[in-house]
Each structure stands twice: as structure tokens, then as C-alpha cells.
């Protein structure tokens, strides 16, 4: 796991690069001590009907809801920035029952204070969890896995953020993370002790990086990279890693390719990677 830190530390900087090397066009005296919203619905759909096809093959239909949105503010001495992330998807094949393919939700606060700094301190708080029952599918009957809040994870953070470009921000602080459980208590139990527990806490470091990347008006490259290590442990990280390239065909149509790579120790010894290459349509509602 040393060397997939390593990697991700060595491509977040060649990517931070790239983008210190825009200009930064839109800074202007209006932008200050206002909120911003933003919010976008879309919807990607991979469809295939056969009929007497004789070279074989079954009936297949996947859609996936996603929403995106946040609200900012942008002061003179405070920037307080709200993001969420909304995805649920199911699947069909043949005549089996629809499956569900995508299945999050993903909440993130961060208030920073401005000093004049080349960094500044911050304090966040992530929310990460499922929306809904999510089964294993290689067992017959298919088992339930995961649900909202079961697991669900808050996290915690304060630290220095550096946050001078409007594509790109880094932060790293000390946290602390609170593992919530229902019925999945695999996630938070302690096997040392007799009790039951359903709440796990654990304190360490957390880093998150962001960035996006406007290779040319309708090509976008957005990615967002969290660690989080506990004290007990630090060789070990949590790694998500969630990446996406857009390219709209036009204003509402657009193709997405999409890469998530997530490692947690306690979900699974092996890294978990989840790949999409979609056509949608996506509408700005703000």
C-alpha cells in the first residue's frame, strides 16, 4: 500500500502542474461576500434489445441517476464550500431482476479562514454512505451488504488547506472518523472485546485533494483524491480516489468515462475499482 500512496502523491503533483500553468481569468471584485449555488441532474442509459439474433446474446438495459450540486461562499475572510455527490443505478439482464450497479452518496463541508497566508486553516466534515439496500450478487439468494448508514461513515477534519486556485485545492489535517453500523457491524465491531460495538471511532491524518482540468470548452477531467491513515496504523491509508472525464456532444448531451478507485482495509484486502463509460444527458438546473 506504500507504493500506491507514493503513486497517487507523485500524479496529484504532475496534475497540479497542469493546472498552476492556467491563467486565472475570473477573479474579480464581484465574487466577493456572495453565495454560489450550483446543481445538476443527469441520467446515463446503456441499452440493447435483440430479437431471433441467431450469433446468441440477451436482452440488456443500465441506467444510472446522478446528481451533483453545492453552495459556496466566498467572503473577504471566510470561504465555506458545500459539495454533494448523489449516484444510483440498476441493471437489467435477460430476464433476471434488476440489479443495482451504483449506489452513494458523498456530502463534504469545508470552512476556511483567510489570513494572507500561502495556506489556511480549515475545519471540515465528510459524510460518506450508501442511499439505499446494496446486495452481493454471487450469492444465491443475493445478500444485502450495505444500506443507508449501514455502514456509514462522518468524518472530521482541521488542518491547513492551500486553496489559491479556483481549479485546485489540497488540504491536510488531523481527524477523526466515526464508523456507524445497523446490521453490518463487520465495519465497526471490535473482535477483541465481548460487546457489540456499532460505532467505531478512530483518530489519524486526513489529506483531500481536488482538481479540474478544462483540456478545451466541452472537455472536462475533474478528480478528487482523500487518504485517511489512523494513528495506530499509519502505513496504512484509506485511498479513494474518484475520477471523471466529460466531453459534451452538446449542451445536454454528453459522454462520461468515469474511474473510482477505493482501498479500505476494512471493506476488503484487495483494491476495489469501479470503471464506466456512458452516454447521458445532463441538465444544469443552477
Do not use: H
Not at 442511499?131 to 488542518?159: C, E, R, W
Not at 472518523?177 to 445497523?182: D, G, H, L, P, V
Amino acid at each position: 500500500m506504500k507504493n500506491k500512496f507514493s503513486l497517487f502523491i507523485v500524479i496529484t503533483l504532475l496534475f497540479s502542474r497542469l493546472i498552476f500553468s492556467q491563467e486565472d481569468s475570473n477573479k474579480a471584485a464581484d465574487t466577493i461576500n456572495i453565495w454560489v449555488p450550483a446543481a445538476a441532474v443527469g441520467i446515463n442509459v446503456s441499452q440493447l434489445a435483440l430479437s431471433n439474433w441467431s450469433q446468441g446474446g440477451e436482452n440488456s438495459l443500465t441506467w444510472v441517476l446522478i446528481g451533483n450540486g453545492g453552495i459556496n461562499y466566498i467572503g473577504e475572510k471566510w470561504n465555506f464550500r458545500n459539495n454533494l455527490k448523489l449516484a444510483y443505478g440498476r441493471t437489467k439482464i435477460g430476464t433476471q431482476d434488476f440489479r443495482t450497479n451504483d449506489n452513494e452518496l458523498y456530502l463534504e463541508s469545508v470552512l476556511s479562514r483567510k489570513f494572507g497566508w500561502e495556506v489556511d486553516p480549515y475545519i471540515s466534515n465528510t459524510v460518506r454512505s450508501s442511499i439505499t439496500k446494496g446486495y452481493k450478487y454471487d450469492i444465491n439468494p443475493p445478500v444485502i451488504i450495505a444500506d443507508f448508514f449501514d455502514p456509514g461513515y462522518l468524518t472530521q477534519s482541521i488542518g491547513f488547506i492551500y486553496d489559491k486556485q479556483p481549479n485546485f485545492n489540497t488540504r491536510l489535517g488531523f481527524a477523526v472518523q466515526e464508523t456507524f453500523t445497523k446490521k453490518q457491524i463487520q465495519y465497526s465491531d471490535d473482535i477483541e472485546t465481548a460487546k457489540v460495538e456499532k460505532l467505531k471511532i478512530e483518530t489519524g491524518l486526513e489529506s483531500v485533494t481536488k482538481f479540474e482540468y478544462k483540456i478545451e470548452e466541452r472537455l472536462i477531467i475533474t478528480s478528487l483524491l482523500r487518504l485517511f491513515t489512523r494513528y495506530k496504523n499509519l502505513d496504512v491509508w484509506d485511498v479513494r480516489w474518484d475520477n471523471s472525464i466529460v466531453s459534451k456532444i452538446t449542451e445536454y448531451i454528453n459522454v462520461n468515462f468515469s474511474v473510482l478507485v477505493v482501498y479500505e482495509k476494512s471493506q476488503s484486502l484487495k483494491t476495489q475499482i469501479k470503471e464506466a463509460l456512458q452516454l447521458g444527458l445532463l441538465f444544469t438546473l443552477l
